[in-house]
């Protein structure tokens, strides 16, 4: 063999090595609510694949809510369309669970030498997890919380620099703002889509939506009714309309709203909307039961669905990522969610300093010690229960029956839903 005969055959020998090497393997990712993830989305992606060149994320058509997303996934299962990789809200992974959809990250994370090093505590994983199945890893977090318009609370007399810290005071104050006139209103309280922020009025009262052997409806009880009346209270004595949500994200925003109770991660969405048209401040969402209330973590998580074993750890690689320490200091100031992971919470070089510089964050941080799961209806009509406690909210805020027969309703038609025993 000459020389350039043995340099060709290096060269094509060392080529095919490095093709080799340099094997792209592509992951189709599906992810929810592009109103609040496409640019935190966009950011993420760009600098994992920027550290694993040889790894490109593909993200397939995002779904407008969770349940959408649930749904779709669903309808995707044992299909070529079903991704890769998805982001699941948290109340809707017993469901993956039950059917065995998705990766158990159990092996996986035994495998890791150093995970609570990475800022994957316990406490954080137990979000992701559905019995002793590890379903996903918290990639978003978050608990309602209390935005107001600290002008309209001047013009009707009250301090801004005290928010109220009961809802008989913000009942109060809504009133006076609804007073004002001028197509101005009292409270928007997000009622509509699921039921996230009802658990916020039935857990903050010491609440519980299923018997603790889940043979039961819970929520019908004396912090059931609470909730109820609380929420025809506030249609009644505090001003709260028939929003839909974009109705009302665009009310406070233009400065004609005094409260708005939705989630932390909205955030960063309502302060760019709200711009400097008024002085908008954040606080903790008063509970019904101060000593026993807590407060229902919304959010999302990540779940590896591939069975491909050539895409499993590539898959494994971006779920870490996405919700580790550099994955949460992009969603927390790009949403408003709060740190899903311990390391990006405290360390200088992700969020230690943000919320000193940012005090509209801070509300949302200071309930953290109070969140529970947000619950997960056991059997195959999760979403039709949550859509039965929507639809009898509903009735509620438009006055078309009394809070005491809605709740009855809700507690018989979600009994019909339940798994049979």
């Known amino acids: 063999m000459t020389f350039f005969s043995r340099t060709l055959t290096a060269a094509a020998l060392l080529t ?5 090497a340099l094997a ?3 992951l189709n990712v599906h992810y929810p609510m592009p109103g609040f993830f496409q640019d935190v989305m966009a950011n993420i992606s760009k600098k994992f694949m920027e550290e694993n060149p040889d ?3 593909h993200f397939v058509n995002p779904s407008a809510t969770y349940e959408d997303g649930i749904q779709l996934i669903m309808r995707q299962n044992g299909t070529a369309e079903l991704p890769d990789v998805t982001f699941t809200g948290l109340n809707r992974l017993r ?3 039950e ?3 998705g990766l158990d990250l159990k092996p996986l994370i035994e495998k890791e030498a150093d995970f609570d090093k990475q800022g994957f505590t316990q406490t954080i994983l137990n979000l992701a997890k559905v019995g002793d199945r590890q379903v996903g890893l918290a990639f978003a977090t978050s608990n309602p919380i ?3 318009n600290a002008d309209l609370f001047k013009k009707v007399g009250e301090n801004p620099d005290t928010p109220p810290t009961s809802w008989d005071d913000v009942i109060r104050i809504g009133g006076k703002i609804k007073a004002l006139g001028n197509g101005v209103q009292g409270i928007d309280f997000r009622w509509q889509g699921d039921d996230w922020m009802f658990s916020a009025l039935l857990f903050g009262a010491g609440g519980q939506m299923l018997s603790d052997d889940e043979k039961q409806v819970a929520f019908n009880g004396a912090e059931g009714e609470a909730a109820f009346k609380t929420l025809d209270r506030m249609v009644k004595e505090g001003g709260l309309p028939v929003f839909t949500k974009e109705a009302g994200e665009q009310a406070f925003a233009a400065g004609n709203v005094g ?3 939705q989630t932390t991660g909205g955030l960063r969405n309502t302060i760019k909307n709200v711009g400097d048209k008024f002085d908008m401040r954040t606080a903790k969402i008063p509970l019904l039961n101060p000593e026993k209330g807590r407060l229902p973590t919304g959010g999302n998580a990540v779940v590896i669905l591939t069975s491909d074993d050539a895409k499993i750890e590539a898959a494994w690689k971006f779920a870490k990522f996405a919700a580790g320490p550099y994955g949460a200091s992009v969603v927390v100031p790009g949403t408003g969610y709060v740190p899903n992971n311990e390391l990006a919470a405290k360390s ?7 919320y000193d510089e940012n005090p509209l964050f801070k509300a949302g941080l200071s309930q953290m010690n109070i969140m529970i799961p947000w619950y997960a209806f056991p059997g195959s009509n999760g979403v039709k229960v949550t859509q039965t406690i929507v639809d009898n909210l509903s009735r509620v805020v438009e006055q078309k029956t009394t809070p005491e027969e809605a709740l009855a309703d809700t507690a018989d038609e979600v009994k019909k839903l339940l798994p049979r025993r």
């Open 146 to 148: 209390m935005y107001y």
């Open 95 to 97: 469901i993956l669970s």
């Open 55 to 57: 790894i490109k994320i």
């Open 24 to 26: 792209e393997t592509t």
């Open 259 to 261: 409260f708005a109770f």
């Open 16 to 20: 095919g090595l490095c093709s080799t």
């Open 348 to 354: 200088d070089e992700y969020l230690g300093k943000f």
């Open 99 to 101: 059917r065995n959809i």
